[in-house]
């Protein structure tokens, strides 16, 4: 965007304020309070205000009837207001003294009615948010806190520092590295003085500055990156950390491409260049890298590896969608995380921390948040409990700061749409769980986890004090509270309120003792250092690591059957280490185990899951007669292993590979028969053996000579099918696709496509958003034309009619718009039974020529299954989606007979 344009942009920032609509009912009556933002700290009290406009009403007699809904959802009622209105009366007012009973969020709830008739005329409602004293940090506190949230323009700084937020990372400091002021007309020096004034550090993010316009690549411009971060600590010498970029990886999800090594240079020029540029200024600042969309330790290893001085911070950033932190593994953010281990995300977490801090970096989770009410919604409580948890066990996986994503809520029903602290400049109940999270541990020291039972956590801080707090909750519906926190100094629910359950709920509580039972100071020595997940294959051995605990107080309480371990020793970090042994004979499957520590006063319990998987993962893409194709062959043992490989109708280019532990191999595999799918055999040198089918880039479809497109395949040849073996799947549904066909005329090309539909798959309600959306999406090129991307969606009316959504994607090198509602194809859709028939033609308008004299197009497909805000999941030919045209397949055209 050229900078005229983006000050034009700039100026503009106010008017959408400005010209805000009002809602006829807020006209009529609004109440509201004297706190800003509807936020007071330690029980304040403030005025309750109603205004009722009069102008609208008929003289007389009304009533204002209210309640107080506290954060149980519970109502209590109270006295009503009676008011007379007199002719010509334009208002109203009154103001009532507020002063909350608790800790959390309160609702003021009025209803206006018609005293004489009963009928309610108008309502409104206001929150009050009360949040408990934070103690005053100081600068060195503030810099070691981990308490952060993400933030974008009009930042309500007063209200976050309320909250206990003491970092701030802001996305739109880009502008001011493109020498422009902020969105919201406000310079730089007054935001940082603002951010300053309440106690709040800032982390830039200088996002998408030094990318090329395509965004794919960044600048070789490495004079300029280096002049300009020079610019940037100079202008503010006391900012201390500086983001690259964010999520700039997004842009490159399959790491093996000629792409992403492209990419991953530039980045390496973008890295050093900053790095130089900064030391230049002499002002100690330091680089925190791109925030990276999702987990990704063998990357962080890479960047240590090679440029290790020139950053300090390995950034990383998780969602785990409706699901807790403590047993999420997938991304809900982006799906780009395709590694074939089971991996969780605080053990991966984790495993990124320790390459982080083994470089002497520090390892920040930048983004992580859940929505309330809109989107993969977890509800309000659950929103707070979660919030409060992963801050805590960010302690417990060594994370030195979490940033929460986001400090106010988006429109729509988007994945983040309600995941703010405020909504409307309304605080919400969040900042109330996190004022209380920061108040417990922003100053403290974490010493480590107790046990508190099956599936409960217990975590220890130091306070500056002397005091010890516990934070504990329970992964099940409730449990007994122990003994030793019965009889705790002091003890607090998740927004500070005196505890009044004896029982630990998923909301976190926190308990103050003046010292620790002897038996949680032995179990503070003992901790797992080993994934809690651990991967190994049938008759494969996994390595176990502990520390804080000696041998011969160890006892397994857990194992499955047939699994033996060996004897304790120690390795080279001084871990405590032992080896567990499967058998060949155990099933695929997931195996709870469970590790003690007898101490003299109590035994800790640690329990961790084997998941039991095939020991190698074979990938390949699609293959042309007489053309090498790729076949990666990844291993998952954590021991050596030898292979032979075999493959029908082709040849491979080895037949025999040793692989390390965790390693890939790559081989080449040139078919002699192009038609059909062949199939790989894999023999492991313990005997067992795995199948791999590889799949053909070519079909031959027919010419349509009657095709009726009605939703029936009764009309079709079965020449020209892809059955299900000729996909490729990613995603936990599964292989869902039953077979696609094609066909062609001189009108254009015919698809049917037929598929499961599975126990929970929902039509559309935005068939737009076809990447959210289950059914057929298409990718066709004819020789010498430009590329076309088609979208397919069923939908369903209020009726239960059936049909289906069509359009067109963007192709800006073929000169080709977005087409909504695309009525040029024709196109029908049924149910028969729990399969999906999805039936079209799409006509040579479309494609731009007439297929008549050709003998070949381009052609790829994906059929979807798909949730909105959840994991999709694809089935494709004859490649992964996301590769571009040169990964598509080829479908030749029979001649008519």
């Not at 002497?360 to 948890?389: D, F, H, K, M």
């Not at 280490?577 to 101490?599: D, F, H, M, N």
């Not at 068939?767 to 034309?785: D, H, M, S, Y």
């Not at 996301?882 to 598509?888: A, C, I, L, N």
Request: charged letters at 20%.
């Amino acid at each position: 965007m050229p900078n005229r344009l983006k000050r034009f942009v700039s100026l503009s920032c106010g008017l959408a304020l400005l010209l805000a609509p009002i809602s006829a009912q807020a006209e009529l009556l609004r109440v509201h309070t004297d706190a800003h933002d509807g936020l007071v700290v330690g029980g304040k009290s403030t005025r309750l205000n109603i205004d009722l406009d009069t102008r609208e009403l008929d003289p007389g007699n009304y009533t204002i009837t209210s309640e107080r809904t506290d954060r149980f959802g519970s109502q209590h009622a109270l006295e009503p207001i009676t008011l007379t209105i007199e002719s010509g009366q334009d208002e109203w007012t009154t103001s009532i003294d507020w002063a909350p009973s608790y800790y959390g969020r309160e609702r003021y709830h009025i209803r206006l009615s018609n005293t004489e008739s009963g009928e309610q005329l108008v309502a409104d409602s206001v929150d009050l948010v009360n949040t408990v004293k934070l103690p005053k940090l100081s600068d060195a506190e503030r810099m070691s806190s981990p308490i952060g949230i993400n933030v974008g323009v009009a930042v309500h700084w007063e209200t976050l520092s309320k909250m206990g937020i003491h970092w701030a990372r802001d996305y739109t400091w880009y502008h001011f590295a493109e020498r422009d002021i902020a969105p919201d007309c406000q310079s730089y020096r007054y935001i940082k003085q603002n951010a300053d004034s309440f106690g709040i550090e800032i982390l830039p993010v200088i996002q998408k500055t030094y990318r090329r316009p395509d965004l794919m690549y960044f600048t070789d411009q490495v004079d300029r990156i280096r002049d300009d971060y020079t610019y940037l600590s100079n202008s503010f010498p006391e900012i201390v950390y500086w983001e690259l970029d964010n999520e700039a990886d997004l842009k490159h999800p399959d790491t093996s491409t000629p792409e992403y090594a492209r990419w991953f240079e530039s980045y390496l020029n973008y890295i050093e260049a900053a790095a130089e540029g900064l030391k230049a200024a002499g002002h100690n600042a330091k680089v925190a890298l791109n925030g990276e969309a999702g987990i990704w330790p063998d990357r962080a290893q890479q960047y240590i590896d090679l440029l290790n001085e020139d950053f300090s911070v390995v950034n990383y950033h998780f969602y785990t969608g409706p699901v807790s932190p403590e047993i999420a593994e997938k991304d809900f953010n982006t799906g780009g995380e395709k590694r074939p281990q089971t991996i969780s995300f605080l053990d991966n977490m984790r495993r990124i921390n320790s390459v982080a801090h083994a470089g002497g970096n520090e390892a920040w989770l930048t983004e992580i948040g859940w929505s309330a009410e809109r989107g993969p919604a977890v509800g309000t409580l659950l929103q707070c409990a979660y919030l409060q948890r992963i801050y805590l066990l960010a302690h417990w996986a060594n994370t030195e700061k979490v940033f929460w994503f986001w400090d106010r809520d988006l429109p729509g029903d988007g994945r983040f749409s309600d995941n703010g602290l405020l909504s409307n400049g309304q605080a919400q109940a969040s900042g109330a769980a996190m004022a209380m999270v920061s108040k417990m541990t922003a100053r403290a020291e974490y010493l480590g986890s107790i046990d508190l039972g099956y599936d409960n956590w217990g975590l220890v801080f130091l306070q500056p004090n002397g005091d010890y707090t516990i934070a504990a909750w329970t992964m099940s519906d409730s449990a007994p509270l122990p003994e030793a926190l019965q009889s705790a100094k002091a003890a607090y629910g998740m927004f500070g309120n005196p505890l009044s359950m004896q029982q630990l709920s998923a909301e976190p509580a926190y308990f103050e003792l003046e010292s620790l039972p002897s038996a949680w100071t032995e179990h503070l020595n003992f901790e797992w250092i080993s994934p809690t997940l651990l991967n190994v294959s049938q008759a494969g051995e996994v390595e176990i690591q502990i520390t804080g605990a000696v041998a011969d107080t160890l006892a397994w309480d857990q194992l499955p059957e047939g699994v033996t371990f060996s004897a304790w020793t120690f390795n080279e970090a001084g871990y405590t280490v032992a080896t567990l042994q499967l058998p060949e004979s155990i099933a695929q499957g997931r195996y709870p185990i469970s590790l003690s520590s007898k101490g003299q006063s109590s035994d800790k319990v640690i329990w961790a899951t084997l998941v039991v998987r095939q020991g190698l993962e074979i990938r390949s893409d699609a293959f042309m007669l007489n053309e090498p194709a790729r076949v990666q062959v990844l291993s998952m043992l954590n021991q050596p292993i030898e292979l032979s490989l075999t493959a029908e109708s082709g040849k491979l280019s080895q037949q025999t590979i040793q692989l390390a532990p965790n390693q890939t191999a790559e081989i080449q595999f040139t078919a002699s028969e192009s038609s059909s799918p062949l199939e790989l055999t894999v023999q492991l040198a313990n005997g067992a053996v795995l199948t791999h089918t590889l799949r053909p880039a070519k079909l031959q479809i027919p010419y349509a000579a009657e095709i009726q497109i009605d939703g029936s395949l009764e009309d079709w040849s079965t020449q020209g099918q892809l059955n299900a073996d000729h996909f490729l799947v990613n995603g936990s549904k599964g292989l869902f696709v039953q077979n696609l066909r094609a066909a062609w005329s001189e009108q254009g090309l015919y698809l049917a496509l037929q598929m499961d539909m599975g126990d929970d798959f929902r039509f559309s309600l935005s068939p737009t958003k076809f990447w959210e959306a289950p059914g057929l999406e298409c990718f066709v090129q004819l020789p010498g034309q430009g590329s076309h991307q088609l979208w397919f969606t069923p939908t369903r009316d209020a009726s239960g009619n059936i049909d289906l959504y069509a359009g067109e994607w963007a192709n800006q090198a073929a000169a080709i718009e977005i087409t909504y509602d695309d009525d040029r194809c024709e196109r029908a859709a049924s149910v028969q039974g729990n399969t999906l028939v999805i039936e079209v033609l799409i006509p040579t308008t479309v494609l731009g020529d007439h297929l008549k004299g050709l003998s070949a197009i381009r052609f790829a497909a994906n059929a979807k299954l798909a949730i909105p805000l959840s994991p999709k999941t694809l089935n494709s030919w004859p490649n992964p989606f996301g590769h571009k045209p040169e990964y598509w397949g080829t479908l030749e055209l029979l001649p008519k007979h």
